[in-house]
């Protein structure tokens, strides 16, 4: 039994109930979405009508036909008739009948006799927040927190009882205070003093999404009366243009009715934080939604070392154990502090570098994280935190744990399991991985998701340098030249679509400050010129820690550390050769690949130059990158590319491809360039190994001195 106190931390100060009174945008977002949905009515009801109308001339001509001419075909075609105009009723109003079930399948419902002080913790902020108790609460695997339920027409009149999903993921990553905003975020959602309208334009844009999208049954239903006779098959012919007529009707309606909502949906997003925020603190709400962003690369790292394991019919015990260790690891590698096994990440340090270009995405259901706290911070609802881990809310959490991990396993035979690993086993697993994809910590995440740009260090090399402290050399200012050009390129590239008219726009933000659209080739030139000088910068600092780590190295072992420069130059470029030859390859074939429908004679010539003047440059660079030992660390690419430098594909005869060919072909190319792009990471990774060796080095000698 937990023998944690229930206690809710200091709230912050009591509000007026005008503070969760929907706002002033939310109203507008609000007004514009219910105008959207009754324009959408409106052309409903004119289908409706149309449809009923079709059915009247469908009978009449039915009957007319038969009268005319009775016999066995005029009666099978007739009959089409009647049932086409039936369909395309039927499509209409299928939907007042269609139920949307949750899917359940990956949960496992807990009861208050199962968990007392989660459900009271539950409880609670149900009433605080202005909702109803869930009907049903919920344990999932991963790092979220959802309300859900049953959903059909009938939703929009009559209340449906929520059910509550809590991610054990989400659970394994917060405190107790977060946990319990995050909880107290899906409540808001619902909140008896806010979220009728938005509830409302959800459900009545779920019922247009699922006339448009979810029709699977009705196709098949058509597919069977297809089937009676060819007469029938005909008029089955006709209902399916008559309903693509109304799909596109509808599709274009949809857009303008999900555009209102995603719009409604970020002041929805904006105004459950609000609620969370007034009763366990904006601080909360916000350090929550970040760490569990961190916390779900974690979980990704986790479940893919738990798939190592599994090539060796390997499970775990305790996933969430395993996922600890992993945060744990990440903070390390990312240099963040932890706090009860938490790490403690600082929004205001990572905000010093981001996009500056901004515009109102009418497709974005969520405000991003940065703009949710500017929002908070204006209401200064700061409470007290209860650093406690979100487990003490729970009963026999090893238990739930373990119930939850099985979870993972569930679609295995129990037969195929080999045992079982330990928490040392995986820890090797994971820090074997990790030694693949991390450099040396001592460079900070300076070479994370990123190249160098090509020097060349013999003449670097030759260069008059001032031996300084690395710390000196890598400071704070420097470590964000990377961040800094890779927001300035996302700047660039909206620039460019709104100048292309690609954002539908009519204006955006730079720096703070409002611009119009056509204003957006003029702030492009200014960015490209700050784009160039960070580049400078960043080469110049690039070559600079080279020259750093030549002048420090003994002279052997710094000409050792130019060849590898070197090399890595070389194949970098030959690298790039490859992916453009391979790349126009798989731009030949890409007809082939979609499944168009090709002539013969384009076939053809598709396939003879592919074996006259792609395919022969194709397995020159293949054989050149095995000879390099680039396909050494996956045997399976390795053996699939000798072979197929062996052979001999035709790809194509008569009036057939050889799929099994060309299937093979397209495995070559992809696995192909993953071995490389792997080899040039791990002929750059050592290089920064053998730098990091050199300061260790250094280091080690002054200390004997």
């Known amino acids: 039994m937990s023998n944690y106190c229930f206690m809710n931390p200091p709230l912050p100060k009591t509000h007026p109930d005008a503070l969760l009174a929907p706002s002033a945008q939310f109203k507008k977002e609000a007004a514009k979405s219910v105008m959207a949905i009754l324009a959408f009515l409106l052309v409903y009801l004119l289908l409706f009508l149309i449809s009923l109308a079709l059915v009247g001339l469908c009978f009449y001509a039915g009957y007319f036909i038969i009268v005319a001419r009775a016999s066995l075909y005029t009666l099978l075609f007739s009959v089409g008739l009647v049932g086409c105009g039936i369909m395309v009723f039927v499509f209409l109003v299928k939907f007042l009948f269609a139920t949307t079930r949750a899917d359940e399948s990956d949960c496992i419902e807990i009861t208050k006799d199962d968990q007392p002080l989660l459900f009271q913790t539950i409880y609670d902020l149900a009433r605080e927040t202005g909702t109803a108790r869930p009907k049903k609460v919920f344990l999932s695997d991963d790092v979220n927190a959802a309300v859900f339920y049953n959903s059909s027409f009938l939703s929009l009149f009559f209340p449906v009882r929520k059910n509550l999903k809590i991610g054990l993921g989400l659970v394994n990553s917060l405190n107790v205070s977060e946990l319990k905003a995050v909880l107290a975020h899906e409540f808001g959602h619902f909140s008896q003093r806010s979220m009728k309208v938005g509830s409302w334009v959800y459900q009545v844009n779920k019922v247009i999404y699922d006339m448009l999208f979810n029709n699977q049954g009705y196709a098949n239903s ?10 029938v098959a005909i008029c089955v012919q006709l209902t399916v243009k008559a309903v693509q007529g109304i799909q596109w009707v509808l599709h274009q309606m949809f857009k303008v009715v999900n555009s209102s909502y995603l719009s409604l949906s970020r002041q929805m997003e904006f105004h459950a934080d609000l609620v969370a925020a007034s009763v366990c603190g904006s601080n909360n709400i916000i350090h929550a939604l970040r760490r569990s962003e961190f916390a779900n690369d974690c979980f990704a790292a986790t479940l893919e070392t738990c798939n190592t394991a599994w090539k060796e019919k390997q499970t775990v015990t305790d996933f969430y154990a395993h996922h600890r260790f992993v945060l744990g690891q990440m903070a390390a590698v990312r240099q963040v502090k932890l706090l009860q096994g938490l790490p403690v990440l600082d929004i205001e340090t990572e905000s010093r570098v981001g996009c500056r270009v901004n515009y109102k995405d009418q497709w974005a259901s969520h405000p991003t994280l940065q703009e949710r706290k500017a929002y908070l911070d204006s209401f200064a609802l700061t409470a007290t935190v209860d650093e406690a881990p979100a487990w003490t809310l729970f009963e026999n959490a090893a238990d739930w744990k373990e119930r939850v991990t099985k979870q993972f396993y569930k679609s295995i035979p129990p037969e195929e399991i080999k045992g079982q690993i330990d928490a040392l086993r995986f820890a090797q697993l994971f820090e074997a991985r990790l030694q693949t994809v991390a450099f040396p910590p001592v460079f900070k995440n300076f070479y994370a998701n990123r190249s160098l740009a090509d020097f060349d260090p013999e003449a670097v090399s030759q260069q008059p340098y001032v031996l300084q402290a690395f710390d000196d050399l890598l400071t704070d200012e420097a470590l964000l030249l990377p961040q800094k050009l890779a927001f300035l390129e996302q700047d660039l590239a909206v620039l460019q679509a709104l100048s292309r008219k690609e954002i539908a726009v009519r204006s955006f933000d730079f720096d703070g400050r409002k611009y119009r659209r056509q204003e957006a080739a003029t702030i492009l030139a200014q960015l490209e010129g700050e784009r160039e000088i960070l580049q400078n910068q960043l080469e110049a600092l690039d070559q600079r820690i080279f020259r750093h780590f030549y002048a420090i ?153």
């Not at 062996?646 to 190319?669: H, K, M, P, T, W």
């Open 222 to 231: 058509l597919r069977s009366f297809a089937s009676v006779h060819g007469l």
């Open 553 to 705: 190295a003994p002279l052997a072992e710094a000409e050792v550390l130019k060849s590898l420069y070197k090399n890595y130059f070389a194949c970098r470029n030959q690298a790039d050769e490859s992916l453009s030859a391979f790349s126009a390859l798989l731009e030949l074939l890409g007809p082939v690949f979609r499944g168009e429908t090709l002539a013969i004679n384009a076939i053809r010539e598709i396939i003879a130059s592919l074996k006259k003047e792609h395919e022969p440059g194709f397995k020159q660079s293949l054989h050149e990158w095995i000879a390099a030992g680039a396909f050494d660390h996956d045997p399976t690419v390795k053996s699939a590319a000798e072979k197929f430098i062996q052979s001999r594909y035709a790809y194509f005869s008569g009036e057939a491809f050889f799929d099994n060919e060309l299937i093979e072909l397209n495995r070559v190319v992809q696995g192909g360039w993953a071995c490389i792009h792997h080899y040039l990471f791990s002929l750059f990774k050592t290089i920064t190994e053998t730098q990091a060796g050199f300061l260790h080095a250094k280091a080690h000698d002054v200390q004997n001195a």
